[in-house]
Antibody, heavy 120, light 107 residues
Framework: QVQLQESGPGLVKPSETLSLTCTVSGGSINTYYWSWVRQPPGKGLEWIGYIYDSGTTNYNPSLKSRVLISVDTSKKQFSLRLGSVTAADTAVYYC??????????????WGQGTLVAVSS | DIQMTQSPSSLSASVGDRVTITCRASQSISSYLNWFQQKPGKAPKLLIYAASSLQSGVPSRFSGSGSGTDFTLTISSLQPEDFAAYYCQQSYTPPITFGQGTRLEIK
């Protein structure tokens, strides 16, 4: 059973950089895409971007100028950096396994999520 | 970006009811539509992929249909554990986008 676990600070100051890491266990990190998705309190889901094991990335245009997703296959980890954060970036951040199936993008396994608050 | 619009935004129903949630895409996405269930404080759970395929382990009372721009999620007989939020998600092309969600509440 694939498991994902997010880790990182729960509080970030405005204008600073949010950094999170997701550790994958119970399965391979290779041949899959790995996504970050966030959910502001009481609101809907927003896809941030994904990375392939080779390092190829695809970001949501709405966040592209501030986002960097990286992967370390030897550690079975991938990471999110989101720069110049504001209160609007306060959300639960999820990491998730992603793959292409029959031409469509599938997100099947998710981490439990971690709440990151942006506040001084 | 492809915009996904769900209706209704919230819905009250009773155990045993048949419930339908609708999702509309801003352009044709063929059958590249997934449905998720989310309970409070939990991560989303994949229910249906490719518009009508049931994810392994999901009860058969859940079903999906549609293609092009219009899709539905149906729960044939609501169970107490089904009261949750439901999201559609287009899987046709990045950026991946979700509907705004439908909150299913107990009447």
């Amino acid at each position: 059973q694939v498991q994902l676990q997010e880790s990182g600070p729960g509080l970030v100051k405005p204008s600073e950089t949010l950094s999170l890491t997701c550790t994958v266990s119970g399965g391979s990190i290779n041949t899959y895409y790995w996504s970050w998705v966030r959910q502001p309190p009481g609101k809907g889901l927003e896809w941030i971007g994904y990375i392939y094991d080779s390092g190829t990335t695809n970001y949501n245009p709405s966040l592209k100028s501030r986002v960097l997703i990286s992967v370390d296959t030897s550690k079975k980890q991938f990471s999110l950096r989101l720069g110049s954060v504001t209160a609007a970036d306060t959300a639960v951040y999820y990491c998730a396994r992603t793959y292409w199936l029959g031409g469509g993008i599938l997100i099947d396994y998710w981490g439990q999520g971690t709440l990151v608050a942006v506040s001084s | 970006d492809i915009q996904m619009t769900q209706s209704p935004s919230s819905l009250s129903a009773s155990v045993g009811d048949r419930v339908t949630i609708t999702c509309r895409a801003s352009q044709s996405i063929s059958s590249y539509l997934n449905w998720f269930q989310q309970k409070p404080g939990k991560a989303p759970k994949l229910l249906i992929y490719a518009a009508s395929s049931l994810q392994s382990g999901v009860p058969s009372r859940f079903s999906g249909s549609g293609s092009g721009t219009d899709f539905t999620l149906t729960i044939s007989s609501l169970q107490p554990e089904d009261f949750a939020a439901y999201y559609c998600q287009q899987s046709y092309t990045p950026p991946i986008t979700f509907g705004q969600g439908t909150r299913l509440e107990i009447k």
